[in-house]
């Protein structure tokens, strides 16, 4: 994906910004509370229909506006005609317009316009609970294929009756009735995640010795979320239910699920430093991106807030010939100019002001 324009209204402290980025990295430099993180904000809020940030309510919105507004134009790597897709939140719920036309569900913006963030939140994918690493895996999938969206739904919803089942103390007949459903969907769903995981592991090998050598071979464990080894996911439903009943949810299963990342360089109980945190966390993000880009035939576009920071220079350098190395359109963050190729574009932001430099 390449962007072409970028036009952000409202957002924080940017009142108008239009940015017309070069297609490899496009570096915003700025001074802390410029609004550089603020630029990225609205372009994950285009991909995500959500913030990284919190929600609307939490200072999304310029104070004194009405109306956050995010719009973009952009090509495939196919090549066909251009793409536009803009998002509009009034304080009350989102509009959002692609190629023309109204979408009902937000949804529809993030599977076409695919943008991979990182943020000081996203450490968490390598440390903190089992959320984010989940929802990674998900948002990988929901992208490269095509029939994952309707078992996700499926198992969501069978979850969702037997927990509210559960909740309301119903009867052990009412509650195995969706034992069937979860138990089918949630084995496809796990089927799914466990492949992804598998081919995930391909694509990370050579980013994490590119990114951190240091840290030793990278190897990604899946946690199916039941003791799958032993026990089908049905059996594991039948023999949680009368815990079930008096947790007033559903203890196992997918919804649990959750992987890890093992470095052969960190002996077992070892915690990484910050720094190592994040190269293993943006390594992760690039070999989802290079899977991407290999199932799909298109590079979704990387966002990196404040790449510097807790980056020695040599591991700057890592990340930065990585980007330099693959097609994919970047924009990077910082408060300091970055040692970057001809090819790259440099904006400078300044009191929610962005100008070519
Ligand atoms: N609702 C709002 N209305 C107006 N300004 C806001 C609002 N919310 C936040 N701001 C301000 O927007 C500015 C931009 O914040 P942002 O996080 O984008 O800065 P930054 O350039 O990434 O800074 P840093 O280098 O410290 O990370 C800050 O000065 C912040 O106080
Ligand atoms: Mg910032």
């Not at 630029?39 to 919190?54: I, K, T």
């Not at 913006?109 to 903190?128: I, N, Q």
């Not at 992208?143 to 969702?160: C, D, M, N, T």
């Amino acid at each position: 994906m390449r962007l072409n324009r970028l036009e952000l209204r409202n957002l924080r402290n940017l009142a108008e910004v239009v940015l017309e980025p070069g297609a490899g990295l496009n570096l915003l430099v700025g001074r802390n509370g410029a609004g550089k993180t603020s630029v990225l904000e609205g372009l994950h809020l285009l991909a995500y229909g959500r913030s990284f940030r919190g929600r609307v309510r939490d200072g999304l919105l310029r104070t004194g506006s009405s109306a956050v507004e995010v719009f973009a134009q952009w090509h495939t790597e196919a090549g066909d005609r251009s793409h536009r897709a803009g998002l509009r939140h009034g304080g009350g719920s989102w509009e959002a317009r692609i190629d023309g036309g109204t979408v009902g569900h937000l949804g529809e913006l993030c599977a076409a316009f695919m943008v991979v963030t990182f943020e000081p939140g996203s450490h968490a994918l390598v440390s903190g609970g089992g959320e984010p690493r989940r929802r990674f895996v998900d948002w990988g999938l929901f992208h490269v294929e095509q029939g994952f969206l309707p078992i996700w739904r499926r198992y969501s919803r069978a979850l969702k009756q037997r927990n509210a089942l559960l909740k309301s103390g119903a009867g052990i007949g009412q509650i195995a009735a969706w034992d069937h459903e979860l138990a089918t969907s949630g084995e496809e769903l796990t089927r799914r995640r466990a492949l992804y995981l598998d081919r995930l592991q391909d694509r990370l090998e050579p980013v994490a010795a590119a990114l951190a050598p240091s840290l030793g071979q990278a190897m990604l464990e899946f946690e199916p979320g039941w003791r799958q080894s032993s026990l089908s996911l049905a059996d594991a439903l039948a023999v949680a239910r009368d815990r079930d009943r008096m947790l007033g949810h559903t203890s196992v299963g997918p919804h649990r699920a959750d992987w890890r990342l093992r470095l052969s360089g960190k002996g077992e109980g070892e915690t990484l430093s910050r720094g190592q945190a994040k190269l293993a966390a943006l390594s992760c993000l690039f070999a989802q991106a290079t899977d991407c880009a290999a199932e799909r035939g298109d590079w979704p576009v990387i966002a990196l807030d404040d790449l510097a920071s807790e980056l020695d220079a040599e591991h700057r350098g890592r990340v930065l010939a990585f980007l330099g190395n693959v097609p994919a359109q970047a924009f990077i963050t910082g408060t300091d100019p970055l040692p970057l190729d001809d090819g790259s574009r440099v904006f400078h932001v300044e009191q929610g002001l962005v100008t070519p430099g």
